[in-house]
Every structure is written in C-alpha cells, then in structure tokens.
C-alpha cells in the first residue's frame, strides 16, 4: 500500500518562497505519475503541477512561472519550489500519485500541508 507524506509547509509574506517535499514509500514510484494538489476553504480542490515517470512536467495557467515540480527518481520524493507567493496561493497542498496524471482520486494521497501566504 502506498504512502505519501508532504513537508514544508507553512506561513509567508506575499512575494516569498516556500518548498514543500513529499516522500513516497510501498509502491514503484517512477511508474507513476506525481502531482500536487491544492484546497483552499470553501472553494474547490484544484490541480496545480504534475509530474510523470519521463520527467514531463504541467502546470495549472495560476502558478506557471512561478511554482517548479521537480522529483528525485532515487529518493522517491517530490518537491514543489513555489516562488513569488500570493495570497490566493494559500490553501493545503496535498501530494498523489496515480497511475495517469489527473486521476489522482484512485491513486494515493498525503496527509496536506498548510501553506498560508498574507499579504
């Protein structure tokens, strides 16, 4: 069984620099695709980075230029470097993996971490 857990979350001013982590344990990462996945209050779940076994890599249009998926085949881990930060970026960051980028509700999914950004 497959598990996730996020690190690096946290409180910023707008204009700063967060970079959260996820280490993935019990499955064969590199055959599947990594994403991160954002929640703010009362809005809907939305998708912000992937990332595939190729290194292949989307982004949601509200973070691109900003935010950077990246991935380190070796160590079975996940990052999200997320530059110039705003408040409408804050919301609970939640890594998953699944077997195609997207459809993340079958695959697995880490516990969040909070990301909170004033302005």
């Known amino acids: 069984q497959g598990q996730l857990v996020e690190s690096g979350g946290g409180s910023v001013q707008a204009g700063g620099s967060l970079r959260l982590s996820c280490a993935a344990f019990?499955?064969?990462?590199?055959?599947?695709?990594m994403g991160w996945v954002r929640q703010a209050p009362g809005k809907e779940r939305e998708g912000v980075a992937t990332?595939?076994?190729?290194?292949?890599?989307g982004y949601a249009d509200s973070v691109k230029g900003r935010f950077t998926i990246s991935q380190e085949n070796a160590k079975n881990t996940l990052y999200l470097q997320m530059n110039s930060l705003k408040p409408e970026d804050t919301a609970m960051y939640y890594c998953a993996a699944a077997v195609s980028c997207g459809l993340w509700s079958g695959g697995y999914w880490g516990q969040g971490t909070q990301v909170t950004v004033s302005s």
């Open positions: 990332i595939d076994g190729d290194g292949r890599t």
């Open positions: 019990g499955y064969t990462y590199n055959l599947y695709c």
